[in-house]
């Protein structure tokens, strides 16, 4: 009975599995973190805004493909500035489940 039950929390958390990733970041104490890495970071930061607050309707396929490959590239830069750990809704799902069936 406890494997049905360990089962079936397990398909639901997989379904939602495809949802966006929550991003947890904990601050390090980098010696490399400077003046001019915040203020790329804050420039980045930015531009992400202004691309989130564009209006995407008007814009042909290649433009948002443009859009994407720079969101994409802009994280990844924001990711090494920063650090950081990022876990999906999904994996946060199954780690909770975990703790809650073995404790």
């Known amino acids: 009975?406890?494997?049905?039950?360990?089962?079936?929390?397990?398909?639901?958390?997989?379904?939602?599995s495809n949802l966006q990733a929550a991003v947890i970041i904990y601050p390090t104490e980098r010696k490399g973190m400077n003046f001019v890495?915040?203020?790329q970071a804050d420039s980045l930061t930015v531009r992400l805004n202004q691309i989130g607050s564009?209006?995407?309707?008007?814009?042909?396929?290649a433009q948002k493909s443009i859009l994407r490959k720079e969101v994409q590239t802009i994280k990844k830069n924001l990711k090494v500035i920063h650090g950081g750990i990022y876990l999906s809704v999904g994996t946060i799902i199954v780690?909770?489940?975990?703790l809650i069936i073995l404790f």
């Open 95 to 98: 780690i909770l489940l975990l």
């Open 54 to 61: 564009t209006n995407n309707k008007n814009l042909t396929a």
């Open 1 to 16: 009975m406890n494997i049905y039950c360990t089962l079936i929390l397990m398909v639901i958390a997989f379904t939602f």
């Open 37 to 39: 890495d915040s203020l």
